[in-house]
């Protein structure tokens, strides 16, 4: 600076630096280095700071530019802003029914606090799993834990105790993928086998009813319990003959602050907005299929108007509720947007898509309506969907062929 | 005429493509014929070392099919008999004289207005070492003579990239092309010409076209066309030619002399001449390239178009079928960050790069640009694919060795084309997959 210079360190040298690093540490990872059992970690991180330098042998010459790690990094983007946001609302939900200030450095410093713990866990843990697996299979690490890997935490809420996001991610990941044999051989979403695994296990922290926001001890006052329950929580108290809009509208949740997502949740899933952005990001970079959210949504409303006309004076209180609430509530933008569309367990031809999309629609209301013991109906319609989509296909692609000319 | 509309397949813009004009080459020393890039031939050898040859002398047999014969592309001595892996041959290499002395062929009954039947047109065709011009799909080997197929394709473009321009190797031979077509007719019960759109509004002058398309890649190969019109499987044995074989095809009848022209295409970013160049079959790859290569990077010499083309050395000559050398940068260099660039120049089909709003063409080289992991059922194979298969359900039947799953899945009617592979998001070799399976297929079926 003295003498006018400006001391930076340009990018090329930084990498240069960290390619030496590579590469003098190459040699603990070969085939008689000690670290051979670990040569898929120093892979894995290798080929994150730098593209593989192999070339095409034969066939087509030249290749695509995309590649798996590519296809999920976007996967990734498209989720930052509700996990920004979902960082921002933890925080902000538990200093508020903390009595804490809730400006935005507090509320976000706040959320970090709660929130990266569990991502961190789900990380470091998850990918314990994936190394331990690819070394002893000698397969390269997959990109898909990437987004597993924050998918999960996503949808747990802020209150989740560390040790129970460790057991989930190893559940998800171990049963929900490993054993079927890694990313794109899995048939069910890891991120929601690892959350179902938790809601059946310990359904106490899990099933909604409990209090999702992280609340601190403040001396001299006391808390309002009812004020942090979740929207679908404070819809399945409603009796018989009660309004759920106007319930909702009573304890401050009208339809724009169900859709901007500025109350209490499971981390990632609450702004309906936020998930419709990542939506239009990875429809638009055409990695999500739009066959499969559109499908969603049209589920969702042609069966929430279904139910409306079956509902009298006398029914329960979730037949009359307007569909769209059922869009913005809970976790259904999240799920549809993220977990639905999600290439490996959802079907791979193009029109059965639709019917997983608006099966997935369907029973996330079904759920909710009929179901008086947990009102989320998202998860389980994924999942319950996941099964079916190899069948799904199976009848699409029976349909085809046989408009085929045969050719043998 | 009919008119296709050809909705898949992918338009790639590479930079590189040859300029429209046509270059005379001087004769080359020395010739090759190369019969280990023949597929499914089982060569034997007519000639030995040192002997002497005429153009259209024979220089290998068909052992299944004694009577299709490969001839001699230059008259000279035979100097070399180059032997593969467990003596496949692999080159037969010819030192040119000064002069040019033709084996003699008579087509005296083909000339004029006569009529001539069928069998005397593909006694000829053997006879003269044509015949293996004409190749038979769905396996893409030599047409079985004996066999009369519902159609013969002679198809008029080129979309791969880089293959000749057929307007500028048609130019002044439109009247060899209409000869030769006069002969195919006696081979088939329907002759087809297959061209673009774009090619049939700039009018060659009394090419009889059939059948115009509007498509990207491969649009133009007689597998996609036959996918588009066959109505049942009797069709399937489909016979094609290409345009420039035409034309030879034309010369030999009326000339009674083994045809040795080619138009060959130099492209590709590390050419630094790229055009059309006319000169013979079995022309050594290094006078075709001379000084036209640029300094600098090292190239792939690609003979036969980027997707469906082989490797070659700079030693090796142009086989029989190839009419393209494509010089591209080997690649392989790491990126930082590869997975989050932006990309405003790197070609892709997906929509994950700044490049879709890109329209010029773009520099490609042979990097894999990744690693290959498990299928994620991302589905761009089958969106690409021209003939409707999907690759990405048909590869696992193959992997599981299920054949009879495979082929009802259409695999036979794969046009080989590559796109599966270049767009697979897994870096899976798709397209390699279902060439095998054919080809395993093939063999067991014979």
Known sequence: MRNGYITRIRPDMLFGKIKETFEKNRKHFQSDGRLKSLYPLFEAFETFFFTPENVTKEGPHIRDGIDLKRFMSFVIIALLPSFLFGIYNAGYQSNFISGLPVNFPAAFSKGLIIVMPIVFVSYSVGFFWEILFASIRKHKISEGFLVTGILFPMTLPPTIPLWQVALGISFGVVIGKEVFGGTGRNILNPALTGRAFLFFAYPAKMSGDAVWTVIEKVKDRSVDIVSGATPLAVSALAGINENIEILLEHKGYGLLRLFTGTYPGCIGETSAMLCIAGALFLIFTGIASYRIIIGGILGVLSTGFLLNMFAGDASAAWLSLNPFYHLVMGGFAFGISFMATDPVSAPGMEKVKWIYGFAIGMLTVLIRVFNPAYSEGVMMAILFMNLFSPLLDYIEIKLRLKKRIPNV | ????????????????????????????????????????????????????????????????????????????????????????????????????????????????????????????????????????????????????????????????????????????????????????????????????????????????????????????????????????????????????????????????????????????????????????????????????????????????????????????????????????????????????????????????????????????????????????????????????????????????????????????????????????????????????????YYKDKA
Request: proline share 6%; hydrophobic share 40%; net charge positive.
């Open chain 2, 1 to 440: 005429m009919i008119l296709l509309k050809i909705k898949k397949g992918f338009d790639i813009k590479i930079e590189g493509s040859p300029l429209p004009d046509l270059l005379e080459l001087d004769k080359p020393h020395f010739v090759a014929s190369l019969p280990e890039r023949i597929p499914f031939i089982k060569p034997k050898l007519a000639v030995e070392k040192g002997e002497k040859v005429k153009i259209g002398s024979t220089l290998f047999i068909d052992k299944r099919n004694p009577g299709i014969k490969f001839l001699s592309p230059g008259c000279g001595q035979i100097e070399k008999i180059g032997f593969g892996a467990r003596r496949a041959i692999k080159e037969i290499v010819i030192r040119l004289d000064n002069t040019e002395e033709y084996v003699e062929f008579d087509v005296a009954k083909f000339s004029g207005d006569r009529d001539f039947n069928r069998d005397d047109v593909v006694k000829s065709m053997m006879e003269g070492g044509i015949w293996p011009f004409i190749r038979e799909l769905p396996f893409r080997d030599i047409a079985a003579p004996g066999y009369m197929p519902y159609a013969l394709i002679a198809s008029l473009d080129n979309k791969e990239p880089f293959l000749p321009d057929p307007r500028v190797y048609l130019k002044g031979e439109t009247g060899l092309f209409k000869k030769g077509m006069s002969i195919l007719k006696k081979l088939a019960k329907n002759v087809y010409v297959h061209s673009s759109k774009d090619f049939i509004n700039t009018n060659v002058e009394g090419i009889p076209i059939t059948h115009k398309f509007s498509g990207d890649y491969p649009a133009d190969d007689p597998g996609v066309l036959m996918h588009y019109i066959k109505n049942n499987p009797s069709e399937n044995r489909t016979w094609y030619i290409s345009g420039q074989d035409v034309i030879n095809l034309g010369s030999f009848f009326s000339t009674g002399r083994y045809p040795v022209a080619r138009t060959v295409v130099l492209a590709g970013i590390l050419a630094a001449k790229r055009g059309h160049f006319k000169t013979r079959i079995g022309v050594p790859i290094k006078h075709i390239i001379g000084g036209r290569i640029k300094d600098g990077k090292k190239a792939r010499i690609i003979s036969g178009g980027i997707f469906s083309g082989y490797a070659t050395s700079e030693e090796s000559c142009i086989g029989f079928y190839e009419t393209s050398l494509t010089l591209l940068p080997e690649g392989g260099e790491s990126e930082a960050f590869g997975f989050l660039r932006a990309g405003f120049d790197r070609p892709s089909y997906s929509k994950t790069f700044l490049s879709c709003f890109n329209r010029r063409p773009l520099a490609a080289d042979c990097s894999l640009h990744g690693d290959e992991r498990a299928c994620v059922n991302c589905g761009s194979c089958a969106k690409v694919c021209p003939v409707d298969i999907l690759p990405q359900f048909a590869f696992k039947s193959i992997a599981a060795a299920d054949v009879e799953e495979a082929l009802s899945h259409g695999i036979l009617d794969c046009v080989e084309c590559g796109l599966c592979s270049y767009v697979c998001t897994s870096k899976i070799d798709l397209c390699d997959f279902i060439k095998n399976a054919k080809r395993v």
